[in-house]
């Protein structure tokens, strides 16, 4: 009886609050004297979001927002959070480039937000930046032409930085800072995930960054899902420090655009590593799922970096993917006492021509089993009894 109950009291509150939920409009040719109405809109999307209420959503007409200063986003609540969405068939452009480079453009204030359909461009810090809150939505956006990360979410400690999700969106020609590199080298992600939990990147496109691709780092329960990163300037998908996590169904590729390569090489295809330190982010590499990716023409397809911490890869599985034509190496694991558990299973390692199959892979933690093993020196392949060694007959290789 007490849960039928509670049941109808949720159900009604669902009801009442979408029922007062209203719909305010914005667009460049609008006034903010106005009441936001779809025939008088708002001018800023900023006035729009200080009338929003939990469970409203504004409309973004098409054209280009100038903003003159940074724009925040306020959430409502976890079950109403508030939606800034593109007008439906209309493409809205938030161009940040007048605001002052010590300043990020955009950011947020508070959780519980949906921003969908619209695109940032022209920042010169991060394109979007998400400090210290959570439950976030950003779908089916652009973000272009960022001096630093295209998009950045996270904090400086655990527990605080949870749920958000990036979908089908793209990252496009940001890090710029890193585009005549300098001495020392710091290589910011695209898309940064920092100290944070309960991720999902899915659907997304990252391409032609001078830094990493997707990056997590000192995070856990993360997803990386069907995305495509392509012509990133050091790794495409980097996994720094971080615990449960899936990265499954992506396509890393370098197009051999020279623009995007490091030291005269195209980008590492996924790279494990503790590159952070221990004392600010103790968490380990372990719990790690490598699956049904397809990463070719890098510099390495999968690498795992030592970095002096001593930490190795632990409890990780690689299947089922299809590692293709490495510049180095298909596959290169620095030695780590601490290696465990750690499976390839029914993947495909093919090279051209007689470049290394593996390098260091025969340690103890590691385990292969079941692979396909295609060209290259074959000296440096890391057979079992139950291995296929021969043309594994791919029909496009280098795309989907």
Known sequence: MK?????????????????????????????????????????????????????????????????????????GTLLD?????????????????????????????????????????????????????????????????????????????????????VIDTKIINCVLNNSVPTTPRHWPPALAIDDAENVLIQGCTVSKSYGEGIGIRSSANVKILNNTVFDDFSVGIYLDASSDTVVNSNFIYSTGDRRYYRDGKPFFGIYAAHEARLSEHPRALKRISIQNNIISNTKSAFAYGDFGRKEGLQHVQVSRNTFYNSLDAVIAIDPNVKHKDVVFTNNIFAQTGQKRLSVRAQQQGLLFDSNCWSGGNQRSLVSSRNDYIGNPLLTSPTRL
């Open 81 to 165: 959070p508030i939606t800034i969405t593109a007008y439906p068939k209309e493409k809205p452009i938030v161009d940040c480039s007048a605001l002052r480079s010590s300043e990020d453009p955009v950011i947020a204030a508070s959780p519980y937000f949906v921003v969908q359909g619209l695109e940032f461009r022209n920042s010169n810090t991060h394109g979007l930046s998400f400090y210290g809150t959570h439950d976030i939505t950003i779908k089916n956006c652009v973000v272009r032409n960022a001096k630093r990360s295209g998009i950045y979410f996270g904090y400086q400690s655990p527990g605080v930085s949870q749920n958000f999700s």
């Open 3 to 75: 849960t039928t109950q509670t049941l109808f009291s949720i159900a009604t509150m669902l009801l009442v609050s979408h029922a007062s939920a209203k719909e305010f409009f914005v667009s460049p040719q609008g006034s903010d004297s106005t009441y936001g109405t779809k025939q008088s809109p708002f001018r800023t999307i900023e006035k729009a979001i200080s009338w929003a209420k939990a469970g409203d959503v504004i409309y973004v007409r098409g054209g280009t927002y100038l903003l003159n200063r940074k724009l925040v986003f306020r959430g």
